[in-house]
């Protein structure tokens, strides 16, 4: 991911310039997307743990035992292969019955090679929509409605925002994008709203915009905010995604914005040509040298095209070094 303007200020862009199939529709731009993604993370996930297990079995670990702890640390973020206790990929499936099925497979690995052949559960990277076409439409209501409350906009006023076009498909074709990350990236998944599970059934259009309109007046902590706002202008954020690697939190966001590009002769924070409009956000609370700032998609088509292709952009190497060596001592707490 290159730099998306000569000055130091550390916002990124995965802007790709014209796009191929432009004649195409929104819904049939991101169906393709989604696909593509779903089958690219799929193969990645499928050829990374293929590809630490000959790494493993090269280090002639006296056991069978000790070869597994080790690939503990990418199946589970632990230097076990198993603890009943804290199994970290189980977290997102939903059901008992589902979970105890995923735990029963993961307990019947005897040796490092079953791994390659070990089911798991989001090896896609992917979650499927679970609203119907009416909630999908009371969902970007209620979006709308709160984005401008946060903007503090009449519904009269000409600065209206609108809810994008590519949001509107991408609640169609899913309900959440994460990266089983079994390469412990400082990485977060990208989730616009919770499963609700039976809660809408039945309920008619206003009742449902209206339960949307009260789960996403959740608004990102303050100092989250100041701190993005160094980067980038906000008038509305919605929180999409979070988690923790190496002591930070790095942050999801969907918001309608537009970055600073540097500062003008005066000192003022300068836009350069961008205009406000829905944006993907990925954001640190990390104030080291490796902190990305915040890293901006323009497009949720961006977004979902630089996020399936991190085998592409890893650096072997250094995550062989973090993973075997651990030099930060990531794993020996579990």
């Known amino acids: 991911m290159t730099d998306q303007s000569a000055v130091s200020i550390p916002i990124r862009s995965a802007d790709n310039g014209e796009r191929s199939h432009s004649s195409l529709s929104m819904d049939e731009k991101m169906g393709e997307a989604i696909q593509t993604y779903r089958d690219k993370m799929y193969k990645s996930n499928v050829q990374f743990i ?7 079995e090269a280090m002639n670990l006296p056991n069978e035992e000790a070869k597994l702890a080790l690939m503990g640390r990418f199946w589970f973020h632990m230097d076990k292969w198993y603890i009943p206790e804290r199994v970290s990929l189980n977290a997102h499936l939903e059901g008992a019955r589902k979970r105890m099925a995923q735990v029963e497979r993961e307990k019947a690995v005897k040796r490092l090679e079953d791994v390659k052949n070990l089911h798991h559960p989001f090896m896609d990277g992917f979650w499927p929509p679970t609203l119907n076409s009416t909630q999908c439409q009371a969902f970007s ?16 006023e000409a600065e209206w925002i609108h809810v994008s076009e590519d949001l509107k498909s ?3 074709f899913a309900r959440r994008l994460e990266d089983p990350n079994f390469r412990f990236a400082p990485i977060c998944g990208f989730e616009m709203y919770d499963d609700p599970g039976e809660l809408l059934q039945g ?6 915009r209206d339960f949307f309109i009260r789960s996403l007046r959740y608004k990102p ?10 980067y980038i202008e906000l008038k509305a954020t919605f929180y999409c995604g979070e988690a923790v690697r190496k002591g930070f939190t790095y ?61 592409e952009r ?4 250094e995550m062989q070094i973090q993973m075997f060596e651990d030099p930060e001592d990531l794993f020996s707490q579990y």
Do not use: Q
Not at 141 to 156: D, F, K, P, S
Not at 203 to 208: A, I, M
Not at 221 to 230: A, I, N, P, V, Y
């Open 50 to 56: 293929h590809d630490r297990v000959e790494d493993i």
């Open 141 to 156: 209501e209620a979006l709308e409605i709160v984005a401008n409350e946060m903007a503090g906009i009449r519904r009269n």
């Open 170 to 172: 991408f609640l169609r």
């Open 203 to 208: 309920k008619p259009f206003e009742e449902t």
């Open 221 to 230: 902590e303050e100092h989250l905010l100041d701190w993005m706002g160094g």
């Open 251 to 311: 942050y999801s966001f969907y918001a309608y914005c537009r970055p600073y590009t540097g500062r003008k002769k005066g000192g003022d924070k300068d836009h350069g040509n961008h205009e406000w409009a829905w944006r993907v956000l990925f954001f640190s609370d990390s104030d080291g040298v490796d902190d990305p700032g915040v890293v901006v998609f323009h497009t949720l088509l961006d977004f979902i095209e630089w996020y399936g292709s991190w085998f």
């Open 314 to 317: 890893m650096d072997v190497a």
